[in-house]
């Protein structure tokens, strides 16, 4: 309970200078972990970058952990807004599947390619809480449910059971995306590896395949 306390703001800003001071020190957190990674991004370096004072600083963020947690949620909120708004255009548009698969694909890629440095230090470098890793599971699950119904939608989609389709289809672009920025292959493009991705995960959705349907 104590570790968890520690992570949470001290303070909520509500006033617009204060906005704005702790929109700095976030940013300036930022910048501080890409260049000297999270064991040497000291919250004196954060605060000096920042133009602050550590005491300015403490008095929102407790530790380094909090302004890490900050990071990382702010990271996960930017990334479901988005695929929420495009799970909303594509319900209402309803575009051919491969436009559709490749618009979600598209916008992680994008989304992720924004900050690499601080994507690797987040979610490969830096020690986030299990609350985090735990926000994070009930958002994605909230989410493929919400695409299952889109699927649903789709006369070509053969798959039988969509929910675990749509659960694949998640964690697979993630997963890939993830892997890509974290460890990049010179020789694959991220175009290219966009376009394999939506035609897996196409052939997948459209095969009626003979262990899908429990036939061997």
């Known amino acids: 309970m104590a570790q968890a306390k520690s992570l949470k703001p001290r303070k909520q800003p509500r006033q617009e200078r204060s906005r704005a001071t702790v929109k700095a020190i976030l940013e300036a957190a930022a910048q501080v972990f890409c260049r000297y990674g999270y064991a040497e991004g000291t919250t004196d370096r954060v605060a000096e970058r920042a133009g602050v004072s550590v005491g300015s600083l403490y008095q929102y963020f407790p530790n380094k952990e909090s302004l890490l947690l900050a990071l990382a949620n702010f990271h996960m909120e930017e990334g479901f ?38 994507h690797r230090v987040l979610f490969n470098e830096a020690p986030l809480p299990p609350s985090f890793s735990k926000e994070k599971e009930t958002r994605e699950h909230e989410l493929s449910l919400k695409i299952v119904n889109l699927l649903a939608s789709y006369e070509e989609v053969q798959v039988m059971n ?12 993630e997963g890939l995306v993830h892997s890509y920025i974290i460890y990049p292959v010179a020789k694959i493009e991220a175009d290219e590896l966009i376009g394999e991705v939506v035609e897996m995960m196409h052939r997948y959705l459209t095969s009626a395949s003979s262990l899908q349907s429990g036939k061997l």
């Open 81 to 118: 807004d988005l695929l929420e708004r495009l799970l909303c255009e594509s319900t209402q548009q309803k575009p051919p599947l491969p436009i559709m698969l490749r618009r979600f694909v598209e916008a992680l890629m994008e989304l992720h390619l924004q900050n690499p440095d601080l």
């Open 162 to 173: 969509l929910p675990l389709a749509s659960y694949i289809l998640v964690q697979s672009v």
